[in-house]
């Protein structure tokens, strides 16, 4: 429904004593609303459209609120990416990161002003189509979520699918990169893999 639904939780961390607060409709500025991602003080949101392959931009005016969210600009993204499903931010607002489901590729962009998506152009990508000695496809095995850890040492991404004629197991990666936020210095470390209509994207 293109909407993104902000919970709170009464126990930090705890998922278990989260309570919905706000659902935010951004209908306006998408048709296919996929990735999701946030400033790190909370005073900027991020998301990303499969279907119009852009990056929208929005100010919250107080930090975390989203009923306090406005629009703010587009990056248009469709040059390089043809699918674009998750997204991650760098902590410092330097880089973003945008996973391509069409081809199981990760691509990095470098802001020349942290935060501010108008200042963005493309730096590189690598394909994570060959993993382990095993060979992924968009049909059956999309590839959805995308997070690294805070220092970018360690990436991870989900995949599966969960409808129509060609449902999949789903499947956590974990990936190390030997130099930090280097897409080509990843090396594969493991994978989880849940049953069918039990994984990370079906929310079983």
Not at 26 to 33: E, K, L
Not at 94 to 106: C, H, K, M
Not at 189 to 195: I, N, S, T
Request: hydrophobic share 30%.
């Amino acid at each position: 429904g293109n909407k993104v639904h902000e919970y709170h939780l009464s126990t930090a961390w705890d998922i278990t004593s989260a309570s919905h607060d706000y659902q935010l409709s951004i209908a306006t500025y998408f048709n296919d609303i996929q990735g999701l991602s946030f400033k790190s003080d909370g005073t900027k949101m991020y998301t990303c459209d499969a279907g119009r392959k852009n990056i929208e931009e929005f100010a919250l005016s107080t930090a975390w609120d989203l009923s306090t969210a406005s629009w703010t600009r587009s990056f248009d993204i469709s040059t390089n990416v043809s699918r674009p499903f998750g997204l991650y931010f760098k902590p410092d607002g330097s880089e973003f990161y945008i996973l391509n489901q069409a081809n199981f590729s990760v691509y990095k962009y470098t802001l020349s002003t942290a935060w501010d998506i108008s200042t963005a152009s493309y730096d590189s990508n690598e394909s994570f189509s060959s993993i382990d000695g095993d060979t992924y496809g968009w049909s059956s095995d999309r590839p959805m979520n995308l997070f690294f850890k805070d220092d970018g040492t360690v990436f991870y991404f989900t995949s599966g699918h969960t409808g129509g004629t060609h449902r999949g197991p789903q499947r956590l990666f974990e990936f190390s990169l030997s130099t930090a936020w280097d897409l080509s210095t990843a090396s594969f470390e493991r994978k989880v893999v849940a049953p069918i209509g039990k994984g990370v994207n079906s929310g079983g």
